[in-house]
Every structure is written in structure tokens, then in C-alpha cells.
């Protein structure tokens, strides 16, 4: 039973334009979300985090949104880089004030095109 | 800041033998967590550590799979015996507070079994 859902395998972007990414999740004890993005051969990198009590967190080109009703988020990317080809992980943490083990979705392999 | 440290990188092993994977984590992280990720997935928690305790084993394949952290620093995983469903990357991740939900990952250990 997957908890949290990226349905998307693959997404092809055109460089500079904006890159979305989904993520969907049935929990509704999920209370913080974080987005990692992983090259080949190296662990998964953290790239920006939201809170349930937040709709959107920003940093630099990257911007998360939080639907809670719709238990949804994306990531915005925007402008898309080449150096942003990867794969990018969507997890989940129950309440608990942190450092429980993350709950991750399958995951969406970003390509940006030159 | 030197990273989360693991090795070996990768290992091919055949069916029934035994394979053990070791995790230094980020200096001062008193959290620390073993995922596994199977090609296609996103990882999946198998066991947190605080300290040298067990916070969370709920989802630790008991039978064949062990884990340690003795002195609350190094960590090792131990498979035994291995089957052929094992084949995966297995990931290491540290945090440095027990409130805080952003774990860093080492580069992972890739298994074969044969």
C-alpha cells in the first residue's frame, strides 16, 4: 500500500521553463513533507521541506505547495537548469516532532532539455 | 563537514551466503536510520537507531536481517542468509537532533545477489 504516490516515472523539460513535480499521500498523520533529489550512484540530497501548518515554502529557484484538503504537493522548479536532471523523491513524516524514519514515493526522473 | 560514510559500494554475493554493510554516520548525528531501495522504488525504512537503541525495527525482516550500533556512533547491517529479493541498494541516513526531520544520506551499498 503505497502511502505516498508520485505517478509521474518521467518528466521532460525544456531548459529555463518551469519543471512540476506531483506527489499524493493517503496518510493523514503525514504532518511534514521533504523533497530529495538523487543522482546515480549517490545517496538521495535534501532539497526543501514544508510543514503541514504552511501552503508553500520557497527557496531560491525552488518552491513547494501544499494542498492539505487535497493531500497533495508539488515541486516547482523554475527556471530548469540541466544540472537539475535527476531523480526526485517526494517523503513523508508522521507527527512526532522529527527524525522518524521518512515514508518516500517511487520517485520521478526529471530530464532537462538542452 | 565530512558526509555519511558506507562501504563496501557494491557487492555481489550468491543466494544463501551472508553479506554485511557498514555506516559511519555524520559526526555528533545521534539519529540514525538503515533504508533499502529496490530498483523502481523509493526507500524504505528497515530500522532507526537513537543513540545505540532501537527506535523503530517494525518493518526489519528479522529472520535474515540484523542491525547494530554499538557506542551510538558506527552501524552495521547483516543479511543471512541473503535471497534473491535482497538485491538493492541500501541506504544509510543520520540526523543530528531527534526534532529534526532532515537526514542525510550516505551513498549507499549495492547488492547482487546471485
Known amino acids: 500500500d503505497q502511502q505516498v504516490k508520485q505517478n509521474s516515472p518521467s518528466l521532460s523539460v525544456q531548459e529555463g521553463r518551469i519543471s512540476i513535480l506531483n506527489c499524493d499521500y493517503t496518510?493523514?498523520?503525514?504532518?511534514?513533507f521533504l523533497w530529495y533529489k538523487k543522482y546515480p550512484a549517490e545517496g538521495p540530497t535534501f532539497l526543501i521541506s514544508?510543514?503541514?501548518?504552511?501552503d508553500k515554502n520557497e527557496d531560491g529557484r525552488f518552491t513547494v505547495f501544499l494542498n492539505k484538503s487535497a493531500k497533495h504537493l508539488s515541486l516547482h522548479i523554475v527556471p530548469s537548469q540541466p544540472g537539475d536532471s535527476a531523480v526526485y523523491f517526494c517523503?513523508?513524516?508522521?507527527?512526532?516532532?522529527?527524525?522518524?524514519?521518512?515514508?518516500f514515493g517511487k520517485g520521478t526522473h526529471l530530464i532537462i532539455q538542452p | 563537514e565530512a558526509g555519511v560514510a558506507q562501504s563496501p559500494r557494491y557487492k555481489i554475493i550468491e543466494k544463501r551466503q551472508s553479506v554485511a554493510f557498514w555506516c559511519n554516520p555524520i559526526?555528533?548525528?545521534?539519529?540514525l536510520y538503515w533504508y533499502q531501495q529496490i530498483l523502481g522504488q523509493g526507500p524504505k525504512l528497515l530500522i532507526q537507531?537513537?543513540?545505540?537503541?532501537?527506535?523503530?525495527d517494525s518493518q526489519l525482516p528479522k529472520d535474515r536481517f540484523s542491525a547494530e550500533r554499538l557506542k551510538g556512533v558506527d552501524s552495521t547491517l547483516k543479511i543471512q542468509p541473503a535471497k534473491l529479493e535482497d538485491s538493492a541498494v541500501y541506504l544509510c541516513?543520520?540526523?543530528?537532533?531527534?526534532?529534526?526531520?532532515?537526514?542525510?544520506f550516505g551513498p549507499g551499498t549495492r547488492l547482487t545477489v546471485t
Open positions: 541516513a543520520s540526523t543530528q537532533r531527534l526534532d529534526s526531520y532532515e537526514q542525510y
Open positions: 496518510n493523514s498523520m503525514f504532518d511534514y
Open positions: 514544508i510543514s503541514s501548518i504552511k
Open positions: 517523503a513523508a513524516s508522521v507527527s512526532g516532532g522529527g527524525a522518524d524514519g521518512l515514508t
Open positions: 559526526s555528533g548525528h545521534a539519529t
Open positions: 537507531f537513537q543513540n545505540n537503541g532501537v527506535v523503530d
